[in-house]
């Protein structure tokens, strides 16, 4: 069972009765742990392109996926350290937009159109995905900086 900490992303088809399977979920994971918050969010239909690019997609993720993971995780246990291991402090600087992560991701989260347009590619999302995480860990001067100096500029 995941740790109070975690929070599980559980995929549900659209089509068919999502209203029971959620009241069945619900009372399963609160049987089986102290808090459990469920909510509902769509994610809007991606032009998925070939099987190739998602092959190649299927690949590239999970990269991607440990490299945040890796990044929060190590940005997480320096403000620990930095605030002396305590929890109240910690909340008060783990916000997303101003929100807990739990209340950002639970209360109302809409798939942000404006910023990254379901009409493009996959592979065209997943990049600018990934270019967001390093520009919300770094401030753009640094990346600028250490980009230009490898030959390389974000556009």
């Known amino acids: 069972m995941p740790s109070d900490?975690?929070?599980?992303?559980?995929?549900?088809?659209s089509d068919g009765e999502t209203e029971g399977l959620s009241q069945e979920l619900h009372?399963?994971?609160?049987?089986?742990?102290?808090?459990?918050?469920?909510?509902q969010f769509e994610i809007p239909s991606f032009k998925t392109g070939t099987l190739d690019s998602l092959v190649a997609l299927s690949e590239d993720i999970p990269k991607q996926d440990t490299a945040f993971t890796?990044?929060?995780?190590?940005?997480?246990?320096?403000?620990?350290?930095?605030?002396?291991n305590d929890p109240a402090k910690l909340a008060q600087?783990?916000?997303?937009?101003?929100?807990s992560v739990d209340d950002y991701l639970l209360k109302g989260w809409r798939w942000d159109e404006?910023?990254?347009?379901?009409?493009?590619?996959?592979r065209e999302?997943?990049?600018?995905?990934?270019?967001?995480?390093?520009?919300?860990?770094?401030?753009s001067a640094i990346i600028d900086e250490v980009a230009s100096?490898?030959?390389f500029g974000f556009n």
Request: glycine share 4%; hydrophobic share 45%.
């Open 93 to 99: 600087h783990i916000l997303i937009d101003e929100k």
């Open 27 to 39: 009372s399963k994971l609160v049987h089986q742990s102290k808090s459990t918050r469920l909510a």
């Open 70 to 84: 890796s990044t929060v995780a190590k940005t997480v246990d320096t403000l620990r350290s930095l605030l002396n």
């Open 149 to 151: 100096s490898i030959g």
């Open 125 to 139: 999302i997943v990049e600018s995905l990934a270019k967001a995480r390093i520009l919300a860990f770094f401030p």
């Open 5 to 13: 900490q975690s929070t599980w992303l559980i995929a549900v088809p």
């Open 114 to 122: 404006g910023r990254y347009n379901v009409q493009k590619g996959l």
